[in-house]
């Protein structure tokens, strides 16, 4: 950690990749102004809770590391930072009840299907409920779509090109069973053979996120026994797994399992990123055109770099206009379970998100991650302009399916 | 000064919860991007609208309440440190572009609009804004003004001042004027109050409302990237292409040291060179085809042992990224660093880089060097490590003779950083005690009572705090090392 914090020269380039700052207007809720608080708890000049509301509300998105001349590991540092202070921190009795449901039910598919039946029952109290509850809950859909089961092992379709593990995700499996199907069946009709192994679980990403760090890493353990070692790539289809996945190394560092974390973090791969790579075996696409705006995931675009893939697999689908929107980099508010805990700063940069979407006419919307849809899709439907929001991989397989 | 009756005046301006008095909402506005000098201010002030800056303003001069006006917070030189028991007006929410006019290729702006955002609201329009310091991504036109900045492409076009037509300010002591007006031609009418402001880093008032010029978009850019083997060299190539006539948009050199900070922080794929020349070609596509076929002539003859040219937008950028990036890049060699600004004349570029050199050696401190090669404006990085007892002294000692250096060859302390906190002490190197009499008379004349951002520019007053030394008081517990 104190290194991060003594790279930073304090130059202020980050403030203007940081959706905080650019909504807030101060220095406390910026990337530099952050690392300084965080700096002046560590050296106990600043109580931890006065810093806390600054810290809260960053949003993780990482847009502020590729904009650092000075290379600030900015994650690492708010990671260990947060996982820190989560120790000593005690939270008021609603936030900490809210808390204790997020990191008991998101990462677990059955239980957080469970909830969403009963949130959907305490919908009609919701107008009761502070902020914290009433965003939660508005991010669940009227009803949960039914279990889209995969195989163990979807083979490969004519000459096999490659052999991967697929990650179903957490929240995403219980509430958009149809990603991961679509995801298997497009690497399948590509060539690859997917395996699915039934034991892996959530990729404990959500918890780090939010300071769980022990939570994490029982999760985490999980999956390194669940996930064979003999495959090309470990597939993940939400941002946040892909670049949670890819921080194990850092969640294993000094343990026993830190050269197979460190493995398996190196095998950790986006689907565009991988099928970019790999190359669409053959472009079917769209009888007209069909207008596109992809949206950036923070954690595929700041934290994986994942800027040119996912455009590259988009462009080569005939008949798709691929539109440029304005401040593309911006944080769309949803950050994992930010419009949770930061629910107003959410809906405003949803919003602003949102404005510069419409700004270019779309049909329709894709993304890389789940937690940018559900944001997107609220947002529109509120906007008055319910445009239908996909995953890439379901993009891909229906362009396929034609 | 701030008791209670200032901040129950202030509450009437500004809302409460725009006025940050808790050592968390103050701590962050200790320093610019000068970290060498730290100083929590007395509050805060998050105005939002012109009419709440002018009453704040006013307040400041009636109970005699130092005040510092900042942007961004991205000066070089302290411009922008607090002072003690002083109020922070941070202009950060008064980011509109009010008007944009293309037909006067006019824009009309709030201060705390980021230099860049003028650009990208011109560029519909074929029309950007020149002056682009190295932080045009996030500094503000309000802090632009103050420093009168520069930036690569001042060369050919001039800094800020060339391109501020008129203004609305506020003056120290709370009168309302206009400088200037909304065209070229206005001007010229009477004394240059415009000039006069512009570069007065904070001293005379804050402008509320600026009309800049806009400029057309160059047909066509030509980057050229010579690489040498010797730094000196590469400063004589500099020379030869002023003496040749030729007025590219930019000329920088960077040496060895901020080659490897920026091949670092963005790969910009620069040569493996003791020192590399960007020179920057633009205007009308047949002028600057025949510049480019002189460029080469004058570079070959130079003794280059590479020449390249970018063939596309994106490798333009990369080559940009590099240079733009470069100060903040050493941040990944050296863990604490000085940024000089002196100036020297173009002709005698080679001779100074040599000196420094030989400077450099005697103090045993490592010196990067990147910077404005056209018009003379150096860049020295000097490098230190502030938990080494007695590196920051050194540190500055040497900026000190590299500042002497300047001036006996004829040049000048500051380029564009100006002098803020850091160069206080060297104002009597380049100015006369008679000089600078006129200007603390001319300050006084606007700001009796010397409240605006007091401490700056002139030698003397409250000293600041210097950036702590020693280990880290974690490092000093075991608990944490360095890599």
Request: hydrophobic share 45%.
């Amino acid at each position: 950690m104190a290194t991060a914090i003594e790279k930073c020269v304090h130059c202020g380039f980050c403030l203007a990749a940081c959706p905080t700052y650019s909504l807030l207007g101060e220095e406390m809720d910026s990337p530099r102004g952050r690392i300084y608080l965080m700096k002046n708890v560590l050296e106990d000049k600043l109580p931890a809770e006065e810093a806390q509301p600054y810290i809260d509300r960053c949003l993780g998105c990482m847009a502020c590391v590729p904009a650092c001349p000075s290379g600030v590991a900015y994650g690492d540092l708010l990671v260990g930072y947060r996982a820190l202070q989560e120790k000593e921190r005690a939270r008021p009795p609603l936030d900490a009840l809210a808390r204790k449901m997020m990191i008991e039910t998101l990462p677990y598919p059955r239980r957080f299907r469970l909830a969403a039946a009963a949130g959907k029952i305490g919908a009609a109290l919701a107008p009761a409920l502070p902020d914290a509850f009433a965003s939660m809950l508005s991010l669940l859909p009227d009803r949960l779509p039914p279990p889209r089961p995969l195989p163990a092992v979807l083979p490969a379709q004519g000459d096999r090109r490659g052999k991967v593990a697929l990650m179903l995700g957490c929240v995403q499996q219980a509430l958009a069973p149809e990603i991961a199907y679509a995801a298997a069946h497009t690497l399948a009709a590509n060539g690859v053979e997917a395996q699915i192994p039934q034991a892996q679980g959530c990729c404990g990403s959500i918890l780090l996120h939010i300071g769980a760090a022990e939570q994490a890493q029982q999760i985490a353990r999980r999956n390194l026994e669940a996930i064979p070692s003999d495959v090309d790539a470990i597939i993940t289809t939400a941002a946040g797994c892909g670049s949670g996945i890819k921080d194990y190394a850092l969640l294993f560092k000094g343990e026993p399992d830190q050269d197979r974390a460190a493995d398996f973090a190196h095998k950790a791969m986006d689907f565009s990123a991988y099928l970019a790579e790999l190359g669409l075996r053959e472009a079917r696409g769209f009888d007209s055109e069909v207008r596109i705006v992809y949206q950036d995931a923070c954690h595929l675009l700041h934290a994986q770099g994942h800027e040119a893939e996912p455009r590259k697999l988009l462009a080569s689908i005939p008949n798709l206009r691929l539109l440029n929107i304005a401040d593309a980099g911006m944080c769309c508010g949803s950050a994992g379970t930010y419009n949770i805990d930061q629910p107003k700063i959410a809906a405003e940069l949803a919003r602003r998100k949102v404005e510069s979407i419409l700004a270019v006419e779309p049909d329709m919307v894709v993304s890389g991650n789940i937690g940018c849809m559900a944001q997107l899709r609220q947002q529109l439907k509120s906007s008055g302009n319910p445009l239908p929001v996909m995953h890439i991989a379901e993009l891909l397989w229906q362009a396929h399916q034609r | 000064m701030m008791n209670s009756a200032f901040f129950t005046a202030l509450e009437k301006i500004c809302p409460a919860e725009r006025i940050l008095t808790r050592d968390a909402q103050l701590l962050p506005y200790e320093s610019d991007a000068l970290t060498a000098f730290h100083l929590k201010p007395g509050a805060v002030v998050l105005p939002e609208s012109e009419a709440e800056i002018i009453d704040t303003v006013r307040l400041c001069h009636e109970m005699a309440v130092p005040f510092v006006a900042r942007g961004s917070g991205t000066s070089l030189s302290g411009g922008s440190l607090p002072i003690p028991d002083g109020l922070v007006i941070a202009l950060n929410r008064l980011n509109r572009i009010k008007k944009l006019d293309p037909e006067q290729r006019i824009a009309v702006v709030e201060p705390g609009v980021v230099n860049l955002h003028i650009t990208q609201a011109a560029a519909p329009y074929g029309l950007y804004y020149a002056p682009d310091p190295s932080s045009q991504s996030i500094c503000t036109i309000g802090g632009n003004i103050a420093f009168n900045s520069g930036g690569a492409h001042c060369l050919k076009y001039g800094m800020t001042s060339n391109h501020v037509l008129g203004m609305k300010v506020v003056l120290a002591d709370g009168a309302l004027t206009q400088f200037g007006c909304e065209s070229v031609e206005g001007v010229g009418i009477g004394p240059d109050l415009v000039g006069l402001f512009v570069g007065s880093e904070g001293l005379f008032g804050i402008a509320l409302e600026i009309t800049l010029r806009l400029m057309p978009q160059p047909e066509l850019y030509r980057t050229v990237l010579a690489a040498y083997d010797d730094l000196g060299r590469a400063g004589d190539a500099v020379s030869m292409v002023v003496a040749s006539g030729l007025l590219p948009g930019a000329m920088e050199i960077m040496d060895r040291l901020a080659i490897k900070a920026a091949e670092a922080s963005v790969a910009a794929g620069y040569p493996d060179a003791e020192a590399l020349l960007i020179v920057e070609l633009e205007g009308e596509a047949p002028q600057v085809q025949a510049e480019f076929e002189q460029l080469r002539g004058i570079i070959e003859d130079s003794g280059a042992f590479e020449l390249r040219v970018a063939n596309s937008e994106e490798e333009r950028d990369r080559i940009w990224k590099g240079r733009k990036g470069a100060f903040s890049a050493v941040g990944r060699l050296s863990p604490d660093y000085i940024v000089q600004d002196g100036v020297v004349p173009r002709s005698r570029l080679g001779e100074a880089l040599l000196a420094i050199g030989a400077l450099k050696r005697q103090y045993g401190l490592d010196v990067a060097n990147v910077f404005h090669a056209g018009d003379g404006n150096l860049h020295p990085l000097i490098l230190y490590d502030g938990r080494e007892p007695g590196a920051l002294e050194r540190a500055e000692e040497l900026a000190g003779e590299i500042l002497a250096l300047c001036v006996s060859l004829g040049g000048s302390i500051t380029g564009e950083h100006g002098i803020g906190m850091e160069k206080r002490e060297y104002l009597p190197a380049m100015f006369s005690e008679e000089e600078i009499d006129i200007m603390q008379a001319l300050r006084r004349a606007i700001d009796p009572k010397e409240i605006a951002n007091r401490g700056k520019m002139f030698p003397g007053g409250e000293a600041p705090a210097l950036k702590q030394q020693g280990m880290h008081p974690l490092e000093k517990q075991g608990i944490i090392s360095r890599e």
